[in-house]
């Protein structure tokens, strides 16, 4: 049973969020949901980490790092996103591009600058951001993603952010109830609690931008290896923060 819906993507209606767009296909729009039902299930997305976390209190130093690895995980990525539309000449693919980026970047603070804030509040400081080193992991991450958004195929690099914006719709409501369990009031979790919605739209945004591509196998195969890989690197990712973070429970609860 997974917290977030397949149906709540389609059905979002939030002004400020970007739906989907009408697909005439009754069966690629069934092939996506399928895709989407697969990545809000899969390990990466579920992990036990993060399902510890919803209900499990952290340490401070538990929490620190936990933090820390997640911002070097996320700071880069609107770069990522939007080299994305150097593997194309489709407008309607820019479209989302841009309107996912505009949210990250357009507002009166960025989210990195936001993100930045939640882990101040934390008590970590400036300086423990830029001094800390993250693990080789969370490194692979960030090199994976600039290559799967930076290089052709297209459709691989749409598959990658299928699976990245529709796990970070999940990744909102975990990390707010991880806060929200903490005992971190709403100020702390605002990062979070407007990225429930956010994120929906960004999941949406990379809906609009493949519809066309898989109608056909070919399309469809180079989709699922860019979602696949993302799904790859992530629960890398994860496997590497629970080995510092519960170490030898990793992986048993
Ligand atoms: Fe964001
Ligand atoms: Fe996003």
């Not at 605002?190 to 990379?206: D, Q, R, T």
């Not at 609009?208 to 799904?231: C, M, S, W």
Request: charge should be negative.
């Amino acid at each position: 049973m997974t917290a977030i819906q397949v149906q709540k993507f389609d059905e979002i209606q939030d002004p400020s969020v970007r739906q989907r767009l009408e697909v005439s296909n009754q069966e690629v729009k069934e092939y996506l949901n399928g895709k989407m039902e697969y990545i809000l299930n899969h390990r990466a997305v579920q992990h036990p980490l993060l399902n510890y976390y919803r209900k499990n209190k952290f340490t401070k130093e538990q929490e620190k790092k936990f933090y820390l690895e997640c911002w070097y995980y996320f700071q880069y990525e609107p770069f990522y996103i939007t080299s994305i539309a150097n593997n194309t000449r489709d407008y309607n693919i820019l479209r989302e591009v841009v309107l996912n980026v505009f949210d990250e970047v357009g507002g009166k603070i960025t989210h990195e600058t936001l993100f930045r804030e939640q882990i101040n509040d934390l008590g970590i400081s400036n300086e423990e951001i830029d001094n800390y080193q993250c693990l080789p992991t969370t490194t692979a991450i960030n090199e994976g993603a600039k290559k799967l958004y930076g290089e052709p195929p297209i459709e691989k690099a749409l598959g990658a952010l299928y699976a990245d914006e529709t796990m970070s719709a999940v990744l909102a409501s975990q990390l707010n109830d991880g806060l929200q369990n903490q005992g971190y009031d709403k100020n702390v979790r605002k990062h979070w609690l407007m990225h429930l919605n956010v994120e929906i739209g960004h999941s949406n945004n990379a809906f609009n931008a493949i519809a066309p591509y898989v109608t056909h196998q070919e399309g469809r195969d180079l989709f699922d290896a860019g979602i696949n890989k993302y799904l790859e690197l992530l629960e890398a990712y994860w496997g590497g923060v629970d080995s510092i973070i519960r170490g030898e429970e990793a992986g048993t609860n």
